[in-house]
């Protein structure tokens, strides 16, 4: 996560730093997006949606843990979430 973090723009990093601050706040916010990725399990990944182009991947370990594992660009991130 952190070095596909260091690799956005500056923007982008902002993009994403928002979308962190509402899943933190609410899993489940509707501008989220939040669904399991289909084929991954054990453990089971999860993407979210900070804008129409940028993805933040993750696994739930309890209700209240969210690992984070990718970020970044659409196709690039949920190709290796």
């Given at each position: 996560m952190k070095k596909a973090y260091k690799k956005l723009d500056k923007q982008s990093q902002k993009v994403i730093n928002q979308a962190l601050v509402i899943l933190a706040e609410d899993f489940s916010h509707p501008s989220?997006?939040?669904?399991?990725?289909t084929g991954y399990h054990k453990p089971d990944v999860w993407e979210a949606?900070?804008?129409m182009d940028l993805r933040i991947t993750f696994?739930?370990?309890?209700?209240?843990?969210i690992i984070l594992r990718n970020?970044?660009?659409?196709?690039?991130?949920?190709n290796n979430p």
């Open positions: 989220l997006r939040v669904k399991k990725m949606s900070a804008n696994e739930l370990k309890k209700p209240d843990t970020c970044g660009h659409h196709n690039r991130t949920l």
